[in-house]
């Protein structure tokens, strides 16, 4: 498997993220999921899987999401979706 590559777009990832949240450390995640990604990898497009949430302190998104319970606070949700709006207006 070739070793991840980092680029313009992760970089504007990581920018939108310092913007929102200062205090955030922007690093990259591995997931023991399996996704789409693989088959865009094969067609040399870049994938990034970003889940762009704020939690409260002391939260762990693992034990939230696709759990028997599943919820992710609505707060978290909409700065997700301000996140996802920023990049785009970035990176257009």
Not at 29 to 39: F, Y
Not at 44 to 50: D, N, P
Not at 68 to 92: I, K, M, N, Q, S
Request: aromatic fraction near 10%; charged fraction near 20%.
């Amino acid at each position: 498997m070739p070793p991840p590559v980092f680029g313009g777009f992760y970089d504007s990832i990581a920018a939108v993220m310092r913007d929102a949240d200062p205090d955030a450390t922007v690093l990259p995640m591995i997931t023991p999921a399996s996704t789409d990604a693989r088959l865009f990898a094969g067609l040399g497009i870049a994938c990034y899987g970003w889940v762009p949430m704020l939690l409260p302190a002391g939260s762990r998104y693992q034990d939230a999401m696709h759990a028997a319970d599943e919820r992710v606070p609505v707060e978290a949700v909409r700065f997700g979706a301000d996140r996802f709006h920023d990049l785009l207006l970035r990176y257009r």
